[in-house]
């Protein structure tokens, strides 16, 4: 496998760079908008966002959200899901797809300011409105309501500001979105390569602080322990299988014995670790800030621990994929090989997939994007890491090279259009 040199893909890269017309900024508005508006007035919206809402009912009236056994987030949940319950149906019909929308955008939000996109740029305004609507699970997380989205635009904001030192302030985001739903945990283990140890306190404490506080609120919270984590580490049941785009749920369902298919998905998972050290450990683009080793590192560590987390469904992508697309404007990234795009193939809306894979089945989709995207990140985590030699002339010397990462940016005279 070959990933494109420092130069290749300039020219789009320049074209995406430059400012969006009007036209182009209203149409990705309406294009969001209208995403959002078409799920509201649908039958099934806020399917996932219900059983939280339910659970803060519960609490409300005295009962235990635990209760329910697809209530499956942290007692902190609860507490956030509050002012939601207080607000009626109808209101909540509303503002449920946009919160959603903005959510996400507030993750390519910061993905661009990551890597110093400019905001009204071509790939900003553009990018994100095409992405929205040939990327099928973007419009299914805007559907079902799902609490990914917070994890989405969390994930962003914490990297733009460990990229600027503010590890504490970083943890303090994480610590928040895992007080709502508890998806970014693995990314303690970025704190853990970065030995930034106050922020990994921060990013511990809070959630578990808030939970403390959601728990004395209820009655039974130790249901939590016997009834809610046994039922979520069995992967749940027959009602999340079909979706579950685990290799742990979809090898069997292909005929693999779970006793092949467990063993197999952890080695996986451990592999992805191992590809997010090596990629940690490689620095030679920490001279601009080291951006593209902090997301491909997170990146890293969240495919592998979806690799073997039930259950995973097709909208997890959505926290990684916004910053390895962002990612695209730097040389050698992802974004500039072929293989990127064929692996998300599966998911595009515009393909007319066979019935079968479009409903119950979709999961087999969903697990070929997954496990390509991990095994993409991984062969370039773990790559030579090589340079490559520029001609380099001083006063009075013969030509000699000085090396230059292949992961480093483009020269200052073109990195103006940043």
Same mark, same amino acid.
């Given at each position: 496998m070959k990933w494109d040199g420092p130069d290749a893909g300039a020219r789009p890269t320049e074209w995406l760079l430059r400012p969006a017309s009007r036209s182009w900024r209203v149409l990705s508005l309406v294009v969001l908008l209208g995403i959002a508006v078409s799920t509201s007035l649908r039958a099934n919206w806020g399917s996932d966002n219900a059983f939280v809402v339910k659970a803060a009912e519960t609490l409300l009236a005295g009962g235990s959200p635990y209760e329910d056994k697809r209530f499956l987030y942290l007692p902190s949940a609860v507490l956030m899901a509050v002012p939601e319950a207080l607000l009626p149906q109808t209101v909540l019909r509303w503002v449920l797809p946009l919160g959603m929308t903005a959510l996400l955008a507030t993750g390519w939000w910061a993905a661009l300011k990551l890597?110093?996109?400019?905001?009204?740029?071509?790939?900003?305004?553009? /990018?994100?409105?095409?992405?929205?609507? $040939?990327?099928?699970?973007?419009?299914? !997380?805007? =559907?079902? /309501?799902?609490?990914?989205?917070?994890? $989405?635009?969390?994930?962003?904001?914490? !990297?733009? =500001?460990?990229?600027?030192r503010s590890w504490v302030a970083a943890g303090l985001v994480i610590g928040l979105a895992i007080a709502c739903k508890p998806m970014l945990v693995p990314i303690g283990v970025l704190f853990l390569f970065a030995r930034q140890w106050r922020g990994l306190a921060v990013a511990v404490l809070v959630p578990l602080g808030v939970s403390l506080a959601g728990a004395l609120m209820m009655p039974s919270p130790s249901l939590f322990f016997t009834k809610t984590l046994p039922f979520l580490l069995q992967g749940q049941d027959a009602y999340a299988l079909p979706w579950d785009a685990s290799p742990i749920a979809v090898l069997p369902r292909l005929g693999v014995p779970a006793l092949v298919a467990v063993p197999l998905a952890f080695a996986g998972a451990g592999a992805g670790l191992w590809a997010a050290w090596t990629r940690w450990r490689r620095t030679e683009d920490e001279a601009d800030g080291g951006e593209l080793r902090l997301v491909e590192t997170a990146c890293m560590v969240m495919l592998a621990a979806f690799l073997v987390s039930r259950p995973s469904f097709d909208h997890y992508l959505l926290v990684?994929?916004?910053?390895?697309?962002?990612?695209?404007?730097?040389?050698?990234?992802?974004?500039?090989?072929?293989?990127?795009?064929?692996?998300?193939?599966?998911?595009?809306?515009?393909?007319?997939?066979?019935?079968?894979?479009?409903?119950?089945?979709?999961?087999?989709?969903?697990?070929?994007?997954?496990?390509?995207?991990?095994?993409?990140?991984a062969r370039r985590a773990l790559g030579s890491g090589g340079v490559i030699l520029n001609p380099v002339t001083t006063a009075g010397s013969p030509p000699r090279t000085e090396p230059e990462c292949a992961a480093k940016p483009a020269e200052p005279a073109s990195r103006t259009a940043f």
């Open positions: 890597f110093s996109v400019p905001l009204r740029s071509r790939l900003a305004v553009g /990018g994100f409105a095409l992405f929205a609507l $040939a990327y099928k699970p973007y419009e299914n !997380l805007v =559907l079902i /309501g799902n609490w990914t989205a917070i994890s $989405a635009a969390a994930l962003p904001v914490a !990297l733009l =500001l460990a990229s600027r990684v994929l916004p910053l390895l697309l962002a990612s695209g404007v730097r040389p050698g990234s992802m974004p500039r090989s072929p293989w990127f795009w064929l692996v998300l193939t599966p998911q595009l809306a515009l393909v007319p997939w066979p019935s079968e894979l479009a409903q119950k089945r979709r999961a087999f989709k969903d697990c070929a994007t997954l496990c390509g995207l991990a095994i993409l990140l």
